[in-house]
């Protein structure tokens, strides 16, 4: 029996394996913090189990529901909007900073709130990004080992596959899930050690290179973006502060590094749409002057958009660049996952809002302040949207001028 053909069953158990041992590398007597849809629950049943096998201490599960989500924009307050569960979000951040493991797992509906009032969305959303920013925070500064894996639910999947029964279309994106995720190998641990090396090797040719900023040219797309003072590419599994390797992204694709939030310049259009908290944002066009996004349209959603630039000072900058080929496996599929978690890393893309720090040389003991004077921008949101694809080229700029072409029609050189 070939690994494609293998029963449903054992290759959910593979994804809750590889999450487990390959995304987050739990270690013993660390608890482990879970947030899912409510659907996914018999893979958060294979992440427990293969989390106690592991040696954690305790596994905690928050879950999440489409149409309870729903029912709060639709009938509560507009006053209540500005409410979140500070409390909550507290805990979590305590969690975190005590050690514990974070794994999400995506597969929500992607365009849940179309329909619904953007300044009710943008209200709670914003309220939501406030109680949060402290367990953000550590995420992106990898203070601990955290991992994002999926679930294929019934209405994601309606939304890729819509043309398909609701039956084929889940059967259809839980394929891709898993294929992306390298389970349908003979040996999906050693599969991801070698995919970790090889992204291992890009990142390092990066940081021998030391650009000091990257030009992106191709359709409706002229943009410089300056990296940050003493940047490092990272990308495959990382080591956190606290000393454990973990694959952030399962399935990952990208290079990725930390751009100066005051030295990104031009113009700069979308190869994907952007779903983001169940609001589509499509053709995204914008344009950036010492770091700041100073215009912005959208064919659709526009109204989001403008609302998830004004979240703050740092949300119209921003944190991330990240390197993806076009030909990448994901890419290959022809799917529009019309999830971040995949798409991203189908195309190279740039991220609005909080830099990984971790994307930084010599950082022990640095202030606030002085990550600030290097480049790392700061914001309570961190929204990635793609703007790869088989018609960007991208050079590699070097303090003095020279350039280096790195990527031709999307593809390395």
Sequence with gaps: MSETTLPFAERLDRLGEVAIRIGLNLQPGQELVISAPLEAVPLVRRLTEHAYRAGASLVTTQYSDDETTLARYRFASDESLDTSAAWMADG????????AARLAVTGANPTLLNGQDPKRVSRASRAASHANREAMEIITRFDTNWTIVAYATANWAAQVFPDLSPDQAQARLWDAIFASSRLDTPDPVIAWKQHNATLHAKAAMLNERRFDSLHFTGPGTDLLVGLAD????????????NGIECNPNIPTEEVFTTPHSHRVSGHVASTKPLFHQGTLIDDIRVTFADGRIIESHAAKGEDALRRILETDDGAARLGEVALVPH???????????????????????????????????????????????????????????????????????????????????GEWV
């Design 230 to 241: 003493g940047h490092a590419w990272a990308g495959g599994a990382e080591h956190t502060t």
């Design 327 to 409: 030909a990448s496996p994901i890419s290959d599929t022809g799917i529009l996952f019309r999830n971040t978690l995949f798409d991203e890393n189908a195309s190279s893309h740039i991220a609005l809002g909080q830099a990984y720090t971790k994307c930084l040389f010599d950082t022990e003991g640095a202030t606030p302040e002085e990550l600030a004077r290097r480049g790392a921008n700061t914001s309570m949101i961190h929204i990635d949207w793609m703007i790869g694809s088989n018609e960007i080229d991208l050079d590699g700029v070097h303090q003095d001028g020279a350039r280096t072409p790195l990527m031709r029609k």
């Design 92 to 99: 979590i951040a305590r969690a975190y900073r005590e050690g």
